[in-house]
């Protein structure tokens, strides 16, 4: 299991949903899409029973004791207008109000507000990354009860941002740029899925929101650009390897995954699908970083997707590497 979770150690823990199916809402349209939801389930089980306990009662009082009482029965059932059309006035209307619900419900959800802030996501097999003032973070930081648009893209195939306590999901669309808004309603943490199945480890693409106090989000900010200037270029390295998702398909411990493992990496004669043999270097390093497909590591998938590090960050990689023997 991909270690992804940065803890947070400041903010609350949340008590357990209030609900018994479904995890704990946390943002304002989460209560609406429970009513309407709940709504259905419980109309569901009313007609459900309803029906199943008048047919019971029939088949009881109606019950035939002879084939000759039967047929007396047959040639006296009518029909009764009153009756038809009450029983399809009310379904019509129940089901008119339940569109028109779902409908605002459905514009409220795709109508993200003018004053809201926008981070970008990105979704790539198999992490997904946002993007911030200072860089990117493998979790999603938001401030509290705030207007927030995510801006989500996909670097290789279809995937979907999921975050079931905001009830809230988008696919992210290769080429194309899809949104989802949401206004948080309590600090905490609370987790995001992929929603798509996108190939070898969809079920690891997690991550979580971090849904800052008050001031917190803006704290969390600065604090994140300062250690991006001041980190020396090892630990810099470190932090681009588990923040840019890295650690999805490349450990540090020679075991095996998706791409061929770091450490002991530098150095080491790599053979690549072309035939050709080169020697793990700082420039092989950083082609492989800025044009992963170029050149692909005999017997690896071509799966590794283009990552935008700054120059400082690839040398960090590169430095962080060399400490991996
Ligand atoms: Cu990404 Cu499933």
Not at 20 to 44: G, H, K, Q
Not at 292 to 299: L, R, S, W
Request: aromatic fraction near 12%.
């Amino acid at each position: 299991m991909i270690s992804l979770f940065q803890p947070a150690p400041s903010l609350p823990k949340l008590p357990p949903s209030e609900h018994f199916w479904m995890p704990r809402d946390a943002s304002v349209t989460a209560a609406n899409i429970d009513w309407l939801y709940m709504f259905m389930v419980w109309m569901s089980v009313i007609c459900t029973v309803g029906i199943f306990a008048a047919m019971a009662y029939f088949c009881t009082k109606y019950r035939a004791t002879s084939r000759k009482a039967n047929e007396r029965a047959e040639r006296s059932s009518d029909h009764n207008t009153t009756l038809e059309v009450t029983w399809s006035i009310i379904p019509l209307f129940v089901v008119i109000a339940l569109f028109v619900w779902g409908f605002k419900g459905f514009v409220d959800l795709r109508t993200p507000p003018k004053d809201s802030l926008e981070i970008h996501a990105i979704g790539k097999r198999w992490a997904w990354s946002f993007q911030y003032p200072h860089g990117v973070d493998n979790a999603l930081h938001v401030p509290v009860d705030r207007n927030v648009r995510i801006v989500i893209q996909s670097l290789d195939v279809l995937h979907s941002l999921y975050i079931p306590n905001f009830r809230t999901k988008m696919d992210a669309v290769p080429g194309r740029y899809t949104d989802l808004w949401f206004r948080a309603t309590e600090a905490g943490e609370f987790p995001i899925f992929c929603a798509e199945y996108c190939g070898t480890s969809h079920s690891d693409m997690l991550s979580n929101v971090v849904v800052h106090p008050p001031g917190g989000y803006e704290k969390w900010v600065k604090e994140q650009i300062e250690i991006a200037n001041s980190l020396p270029p090892v630990e810099l390295g470190k932090r681009v390897y588990e923040k840019q998702g890295c650690n999805a398909c490349h450990t540090i411990d020679g075991s095996p995954k998706i791409g061929p493992t770091w450490k002991g990496l530098f150095g080491k004669n790599e053979s690549l699908q072309s035939g050709r043999n080169v020697k793990v270097d700082e420039n092989y390093i950083r082609e492989s970083i800025l044009d992963p497909q170029k050149e692909i590591v005999a017997g690896m998938p071509n799966s590794m997707p283009v990552t935008k590090l700054s120059d400082r960050e690839i040398t960090g990689v590169i430095e962080y590497l060399k400490t991996l023997k």
